[in-house]
């Protein structure tokens, strides 16, 4: 026996009995596709799966006949399989225009590039999956076969998997299929179906660039699905975080492989130390050993280091390639995944060297931050309340009620935070795309991160004292304390951020470190900070929770006084 299904699906869905009541909504009012090659069942399936669902069961093959009162095998030989696909379109695209229905193509239907788009818009589409003797048992002396006519069957089938298996990877779901009763094979089918529900999506609606962000359980397993609908062609290069690719790489290699990606695989180590112009020359000597070319896609497989350096490879490497962030961390995927910004660091600071290149996908599996130790859950929380208060706060009150089932591992909290970060990134980045507004657009994102940014560039980026998201929640927790200092905000607001901060578990208290901090040295890294402008630091601050803003004239005594009162040295 097979296993029930390999498919994507959204977080936790809800229970349903084999009759379809009670299903999630997401099948609803959706035809039920089913792909395959010949033999696999599709009618015998189909016919039965209509009957537990209530909907009308339709043979595309049979709507064909009937609509050229010929057989399929009388059109192939009159007209050529060219002119059958034609009709074929066209058959498909009416009979999923009218109400939900069951479907069986006919096993090159979903190898239609149009035919599989229509499918995706308004169809769930389900490959029933058998192995090759059971195929060729079940469609051997079958005179009903146009591309078996006299040829061997084993030999068509072998050559026909070949070619459309990995464009049947596609499918909404995949049911692995045995020589077992048709109703056991519906039975599955049905549970598989029932249970699916679709990832979370978000759109970045940037013109001539606009791309989605998916966000759900399992999505690394469906990758190279994923990826094969948006790449220019089936080769892509993954540079993944070596850890990462210890725990995940094979889900992700497995679901390449399936939808017939070709692929090579460069990992890096992990730690902000790989995100260094040496190790982005490193990378681009590997790739251009690997072949690559201007069709060559990039997967950055990893948590923020891995996709600010593979996204700034991709931009730079033969003057751009196709880019696919999977990141694996909160961090990335509430942040630095999103936008377009790629990069690496100097000595003098982070993200110094980089460029805006746009991916063309970001798939974020919240199952793989399971994996996840509890302080790098931590640390990427904290991005997740910086949306909250640069202009929303409404989303920093859902955060104070759910910050702790997120990181306790609820994984419907978790994509749902995703999602809203995500959604808020999106809006922002649309309209300000490369940081260019004077009135602070998408500058507003780096809340915190002149602070952060600063104590980084003091104890190293090797994530042994500060993790980055632990260097933001300092500063976080010092911009607010610094515009309430300044008179811009309450102090009730700025306590209330720290309160929340520390009781999530994250730092907010400098003098707790175990190191002493000069103000002088924080506010000369404050100087690079590329927010900067001839000299002059620059600040996100905050008129209360859900206001912030750029300011350019903080005098550097009030910082240097507030550094100082934190417990730093002068």
């Known amino acids: 026996m097979g296993s029930d299904s390999h498919q994507h699906q959204s977080i936790r869905p809800a229970p349903a009995d084999e009759t379809g009541r009670g299903a999630p909504p997401a099948w609803r ?18 016919r039965r799966l209509a009957a537990r669902l209530g909907l009308p069961f339709v043979d595309a093959d049979h709507e064909i006949e009937a609509a050229a009162r ?15 696909r034609d009709g074929e379109r066209r058959v498909i ?20 590039a149009e035919t599989r788009a229509l499918v995706r818009q308004r169809a769930l589409s389900v490959w029933l999956r058998v192995p090759l003797p059971i195929l060729v048992r079940r469609v051997s002396g079958r005179t009903d076969r146009p591309l078996l006519v006299g040829k061997d069957p084993a030999a068509v089938l072998a050559e026909l998997a070949a070619k459309r298996y990995p464009t049947y990877a596609e499918a909404d779901i995949v049911v692995d299929c045995t020589d077992e009763p048709a109703e056991a094979t519906t039975a599955r089918v049905l549970r598989a179906i029932t249970a699916w529900s679709p990832p979370r999506s978000v759109h970045v609606p940037l013109p001539g660039r606009a791309y989605d962000i998916l966000i759900g359980e399992g999505l690394v397993a469906r ?45 890096v180590p992990s730690g902000e130390q790989s995100k260094s112009m040496a190790m982005a020359a490193d990378l681009l000597e590997r790739m251009t050993e690997a072949g690559i070319d201007r069709r060559t896609g990039v997967i950055a497989f990893g948590g923020g280091v891995v996709g600010d350096l593979a996204g700034f490879v991709a931009a730079i490497a033969l003057r751009g390639l196709p880019l696919i962030h999977v990141p694996t961390t909160l961090l990335a995927q509430v942040d630095s995944s999103v936008g377009g910004k790629t990069g690496v660091n100097l000595p003098a600071g982070k993200n110094l060297v980089g460029a805006f290149h746009q991916p063309l996908l970001v798939l974020c599996d919240s199952s793989v931050l399971a994996t996840l130790p509890l302080r790098e859950r931590r640390a990427g929380y904290a991005e997740v309340v910086k949306y909250g208060l640069i202009d929303d706060p409404a989303f920093f009150a859902w955060c104070e009620a759910h910050g702790a089932a997120l990181l306790e591992g609820d994984l419907e909290v978790i994509a749902e935070a995703v999602r809203a970060c995500c959604a808020a990134k999106a809006r922002i980045v649309a309209d300000d795309e490369r940081e260019t507004r004077a009135d602070g657009g998408r500058a507003l994102l780096n809340l915190g991160h002149t602070f952060g940014h600063a104590l980084e560039a003091e104890v190293g980026y090797d994530g042994g ?44 208290d400098l003098a707790r470190l175990d190191r002493r901090f000069s103000a002088a040295r924080l506010i000369g890294h404050m100087r690079k900070d590329k927010k900067a402008e001839a000299g002059r630091l620059a600040f996100i601050l905050a008129r209360g929770i859900g206001a912030a803003f750029i300011s350019r004239d903080v005098p550097e005594e009030e910082v240097a006084a507030l550094l100082i009162d934190e417990g730093c040295a002068p």
Do not use: N, W
């Not at 009012?29 to 189909?46: D, P």
């Not at 695209?93 to 239609?112: K, S, Y």
């Not at 290699?253 to 990606?261: P, Q």
């Not at 004292?465 to 933001?472: I, K, P």
């Open 465 to 508: 004292l500060l993790l980055h998201g632990e260097a933001v929640a300092f500063g976080l927790g010092l911009a607010f304390t610094l515009s309430a200092r300044l008179g811009l905000c309450a102090a009730e607001d700025a306590d209330r951020v720290r309160a929340h901060l520390r009781a999530c578990g994250l730092p907010t």
């Open 93 to 112: 695209a009416r009979l999923l225009g009218g109400e939900p229905i069951v479907l069986a193509t006919g096993g090159g239907a979903f190898m239609d």
């Open 223 to 267: 990758a190279g699905a994923h990826a094969a609908a948006v790449l220019p062609r089936r080769r892509a290069v993954v540079i993944a975080d070596a850890t990462v690719a210890a725990l995940h790489g094979r889900a992700l290699t497995d679901s390449l492989a399936a939808a017939g990606i070709d692929h090579t695989v460069l990992t």
């Open 70 to 84: 010929m057989s399929v095998a009388e059109i192939f030989a009159r007209y050529g399989e060219r002119a059958f």
């Open 29 to 46: 009012g959706r035809a039920i596709v089913l792909v395959g090659l010949m033999g696999a069942g599709k009618t015998a399936i189909g």
